[in-house]
Structures are given as C-alpha cells and as structure tokens.
C-alpha cells in the first residue's frame, strides 16, 4: 500500500509540473446570435438580393454563429519563435437553446517567427514561415461582411512579410481538391467528400507585395493570384475530356489614414480576374467555365478624435462574366453611429443595391435600420455590442421574380415565402455580437 500512495503521490507531482511547464493557450473569438421577428410574425426577418455577393448587415443577420480560437507559443529556438493555432466555426440557424450542428475544422497551422534569426539568413530577419490550414490575411468590408480577397480556402505553406525594403513581400502556396458538397452527410461525418478519389486538384500561388509607402500616411498593397490545373491523368477522360483551367488574378489596394483629420481610414480596393481564379483569389478547381470578373470597391471609415460621431461608408461596382452572360452587381451605403457615452450609442444603416444580370431586368434593394446600441466602448470597433433594431427594407418586382429576398436562418438560406407577393417587409430584434 505504501509502495502505490508513493507512486501516485509521483505521478501527481509529474502531473503538476508537466502543467506548470505548458505553453500558455490565447483564447480568441467571435460570434453573434440573436432573437427577433418581423411585421408578418414568426422568426426575425432579413433581406438579401439575388445575384448579389454582399449584403448591409447591420440588423440584417438571422443566425447564430460563432467562430473559437486557441493559440500557444510554443517556445524559442535561436531567435526563432514557434507558435501553434487552431480554429473551429459553427452556424446554426437560431431557432431554439440546443442546436445539433457539425463544426467546422477552420485552422489547423504552425508558424515560425523571425525564420531569419535561427537560419542566419540576413534578408529573412523578421519573416515569418508557416504551413497548414490557415485564415490568410483576409481583408474585408466589414459592414459588408465581405472579405473580398481570401485565397486560403485550402491548406498549404507560405513566407510571410520579408522585409525587401519598398514593402513586405509574402508567398503562398496553395492546394485545393474538387469537392463534393452535394452528397447526403449526417452529423459526424466528413463534409464535403472527395470526388473520383482526388482526381482533380489545382495549386494556387499567391504573391503579394504590402506596406509600400507612396504618401504621408498612404500605403499600397500588390497581388497577384495564379491558378495551376493539376489533376491526375485519368481525370480529363472521366470528365469526358474536360480537365479544367488556369487561372489569374490581380489585386490592388491603397489605404490612407485619417483622411481629411477624421480620424479612421480609406481603402480604395481594385481587382481583376480570369478563368479558374475567383475574384475572391481563390482557386475553382475543374472550372471549363471562360470567366471574366473585377471590382472597384471604396470603404471609408470615420472616428474623429474627441467627436460622439463615428461612421463606415461603402460603395462598389463588380462585374462578373462567364461564359459570355454578364451580371453587374453595385452597392452604396453607411452606417453612422452616434455615441451618447462611452457605452450607449444610436446607430442606423441605409443600404442601396442593384444587381444587372444580361436580358433580364435591374433587381434593387433599398435597406434602412435604426436602433441603439450598447457596447464596451466608444470606438466604432468596441465589442462586445447589445443591440436593438429594427430594419425596413423595400424591392422591385425583378428582385422578387428571382427567388425573393425575404429570408432567414443560417446564412438567410431559408426563404420567407409571407413576403413572396409583397415588395417590402419589416424586421426586428435583439443581436449581441462579440470577438476578443
């Protein structure tokens, strides 16, 4: 008996100092949820417009989602710095307290900080090499929530941030399969499946050049995204001769702080694609489509020192055409937000859309929400924010003709068939929305 408590009192005591010597573990994330309903009744109500890729979210998000990360550095070799992340994300579609949902397997990668330093390689003094399954950079417009360049949506390996002395350059090296998102899955099983074994594949390289400074509190970042069919021989003769294409992509944005002394920033965005490169910068894998897409876009942010004003603004054009059909998508809006102290605050968002698709009319979409806010902070960024709203929203009959706009649920992937006779409809709610 003494024999077993000493060994369990050593066991313990490797328990303890095994944990006292672990990496600490980063805790971040995101999510929102919420509760509502509309004019009608039943479950709260959003707007979407066909054919449209974005949308005004502001009082105009029906799920739940959240997205959880866990980071550790791992410790230091040389000057050289290891770091672990892993992300996991789920939607569910707001409907009750227990929602069954499969989540999704985001990030899964290891950075080496400063590969320089442990490599004794001068011109890599500060870059950073990673591999795995990765978020990459992902610029968005976020009252769009629209990341509008985001290659990763593929494991893989890159460089990042060598110091070339105009800017950062970075490198990524990209691998995506054809998937199958078509194919009945129940919980707990792999979604989406491998079709014909991982016949067909495609490489993208993302090569962009960031943080080159042109004017007094302008910088300019580069792009370019190309797309390298790769698939197994077999493949073109199990697609009937069809082995998919390349593809290209060219991105370019300037960004200027504190425009006129308002505080914030401007971000003029200019992209243009071919082929099997999405506008986004990522790879469609056996795409034969003839495609052609670009975007101007503009996102202005306002927060003026000492000010209870605080405002984003955005306006875009983009086009896309495959195989010869054009469909030309515009948007316009603002969001301002008046802070009556460092926690409550007004705010309201107008919206306006029309997307053109060829031999068919202009759908449009007009947006306004109204409401208040509270939040841990004054800054237009300040989270987490409790909110209560209340959005109208009116459209045409194009816009009702394509497949409505009045939806819900997960990602408003429900339609709302009350409203498929009318060309207007009201929204209301609560939503609190966090990351940290």
Known sequence: MNNLIRVACALAAAGMAASAAA?????????????????QGGKELCFRLPGSAVWFRLGNECDTYASLTLASTLGQVDGTTFRAQFTTAYGTQQLANWEQTTPAFREAFVEARDIGAAMGVAGLKGATLWAGKRFYKNPDIHMLDYTYWEPAQSPGWGLDNVDVGIGKLSYAWLRAG???????????????????????AATLHDLRLQDIAVNPGGKLTVGVNLVVKDNRDDAALADGGND??????????????????????????????????????FAIVASNDSRTEWMLADQWVIEPKGSSLTASMTAGLRQSEVNGSKTRDLWVGARPQYHLNNVWSLMSEVGYQQVKPDGQ?????????????????????????????????K????????GGVACTGR??????????????????????EAWW
Request: charged share 15%.
């Open 23 to 39: 990496s600490p573990i980063d805790f971040h994330g995101y999510f929102r949820s919420g509760s509502g309903s509309s004019d």
């Open 411 to 432: 990602d408003c992937g429900t339609p709302v068939s009350t409203y498929g006779n009318k060309r207007s409809g009201l929204g209301y709610g609560v939503q609190v």
């Open 361 to 393: 009319d202009t759908r449009t979409l007009a947006k306004l929400t109204a409401g208040t806010q509270f939040s841990m902070g004054s800054s237009i960024w300040s989270r987490p924010a409790i909110r209560f709203y209340g959005t109208y929203a």
């Open 395 to 402: 459209w045409n009959d194009a816009a009702a003709a394509a």
């Open 178 to 200: 054809q998937a199958d998102w078509a194919s009945e899955k129940n919980v707990g099983q792999y979604q989406p499946g491998i079709v014909e074994g991982g016949a067909r």
């Open 244 to 281: 998919g294409r390349n593809g290209f992509g060219l991105t370019a944005t300037h960004t200027q702080e504190n425009v006129f002394g308002l505080g914030g920033f401007n971000t003029v965005i200019a992209q243009y694609t071919r082929n099997a490169t999405a506008l986004k910068g």
